[in-house]
């Protein structure tokens, strides 16, 4: 069967299974995968195993079963680390009230009259360990509570901190979608942070544009909510500052897993392994611990054990709260890792289908339409299922197996990120997001697709521009 067919078939099963049939997303993209290996005829199982150097023979033996599982479990183990500690990270700074300490002091430093940058700041800095919609639940009480202190600048307040955290959560390892990004197209992680925070601060600036606009356009209030009523945002707002951590404790479990990570890259960047052993034992030695550190799984582990000191000492009379963060910290990345990895098989099968060698073929007289078309494949997923992880992980097992220099004229690192570009646009009322950001914020329907909806599609919009321009002027090849 034509892979171009087996791709589409699949995908509007995946589709079609969370939008009609409601299924969880893990289950749909189980059914999307065992559908996809079972339509792969062994001509094309023969091609793909030819091209993976593995053995053909034994390769096509495999059953159905056998092939998504093998990919299921290879995702739960490059992933799985990452993403448990990530969660307990995110989740220890939430409950310890580093979070909140990181807020108000960049608040405090910048002034009321810049509260728009400092949510903006904030959104950036919290959004690498934390998951989005987390993020946003935390920031938008403070929102509100800012509000109730200027009577102003509602709309701008929470869009600032969707401007940054929104482009955080498709471009930025440590979230799942960058992860699995950069894991399936073979990208450097430190890499992988530089570039996502050069596109990201180019989208957040024109989604920031569009935050000023919009909000003198609308001047929205603050409304009653359930979530958080009037009566609690006085509380949330005069909340004693000695019982948070000090602000270069609530930092740390941020900037040093970027900071390990990023010296590993810069490493490999600079150096070769035959120019590190002419160097002295002593500089081999800090390279070599460098490296040992720099390596994302190791640099989580001590940002974790911080958070988890961090939050121990800030509740201390409190014993069962920091069992309770982690456990709740592992049930929500366990979630996030069952639906990964149920994509990547998912991805996986759809790269055993050939879809990369027949893309390639297709546009071969073309290749410079190689990003557009990633973006758009990714557009049209997230807009017909709802969800950001979901579409950069099936627009990845559609293009990675044409994910190098030789075959795309520029690095990888572009693709996965006009991938990430391709998650924002588009979120409408399938997307728990959009509901998420609309009920918490007080907005109606019309309303959030006025604010948050279009101001992410702005910003994946102009992502994906930025990303051509780059691939164009800087391809590192």
């Known amino acids: 069967m034509n892979p171009f067919l ?20 893990f289950l749909a993209l189980l059914v999307g995968a065992l559908l996809v290996a079972s339509l792969t005829s062994t001509l094309q199982l023969e ?3 030819t091209t993976k150097k593995m053995p053909v023979a034994e390769f096509v033996k495999t059953s159905v079963g056998e092939r998504v599982t093998t990919e299921f479990g290879s995702a739960c183990g490059k992933l799985g680390v990452l993403i448990a500690l990530a969660s307990i990270v995110g989740k220890c700074m939430m409950d310890s009230g580093a979070a909140d300490r990181v807020v108000r002091s960049i608040t405090r430093v910048l002034g009321e009259a810049r509260a728009p940058l400092a949510f903006l700041l904030s959104g950036f800095v919290l959004s690498i360990p934390v998951f989005f919609d987390t993020v946003f639940l935390l920031m938008v009480p403070l929102c509100k509570a800012m509000w109730m202190r200027t009577r102003k600048n509602y709309v701008l307040y929470f869009l600032a901190v969707i401007a940054t955290g929104s482009m955080n959560h498709s471009l930025f390892p440590l979230t799942p979608g960058p992860l699995f990004l950069a894991q399936t197209l073979k990208i450097d992680m430190g890499l992988m942070m530089v570039m996502g925070c050069v596109v990201g601060l180019a989208s957040a600036s024109a989604g920031m544009i569009y935050a000023v606009w919009i909000d003198r356009k609308l001047q929205l209030p603050v409304r009653e909510s359930l979530q958080c009523p009037l009566s609690e945002l006085e509380a949330i707002s005069n909340l004693d500052e000695r019982s948070l951590p000090p602000l270069w404790l609530s930092l740390l479990p941020v900037l040093l897993p970027v900071l390990l990570i990023g010296g590993n890259t810069l490493i490999k960047l600079s150096w070769d392994a035959k120019q590190i052993m002419a160097f002295s034992m002593v500089a081999r030695n800090a390279i070599a611990t ?16 911080i958070a988890i000191v ?12 920091l069992n309770d963060t982690i456990r709740s910290a592992l049930a929500d990345g366990g979630q996030i890792l069952m639906i990964i990895a149920a994509g990547a098989a998912f991805g996986g099968a759809l790269q055993q289908t050939g879809i ?4 390639q073929e297709a546009i071969k007289d073309h290749v410079q339409y190689v990003l557009p078309i990633a973006f758009l ?3 049209f997923v997230r807009g017909a299922q709802g969800s950001a992880t979901v579409a950069m ?9 044409m994910a190098t220099k030789e075959q795309l004229g520029f690095h990888p690192v572009y693709l996965a990120l006009v991938i990430g570009c391709g998650s924002k646009p588009l979120s409408w009322m399938n997307d728990s997001g959009f509901w998420v950001i609309g009920k918490m914020s007080g907005l109606t329907e019309s309303e959030t697709l006025k604010t948050f909806s279009a101001q992410i599609s702005i910003e994946g919009t102009v992502g994906m521009l930025v990303v051509m321009g780059l691939s164009r002027v800087m391809p590192m090849v």
């Open 6 to 25: 087996i791709v589409l078939i699949g995908t509007v099963a995946v589709v079609g299974c969370i939008l009609a049939l409601r299924l969880h997303a």
């Open 47 to 49: 091609a793909f195993a």
């Open 290 to 305: 460098v490296k040992w550190f720099g390596d994302p799984n190791i640099a989580l582990m001590l940002s974790a054990g």
């Open 310 to 321: 961090t939050l121990a000492t800030v509740k201390r009379e409190k014993k069962p709260v």
């Open 356 to 359: 990369g060698t027949a893309i």
């Open 377 to 379: 494949v990714t557009v």
């Open 393 to 401: 992980i099936t627009a990845a097992g559609i293009f990675a197996g």
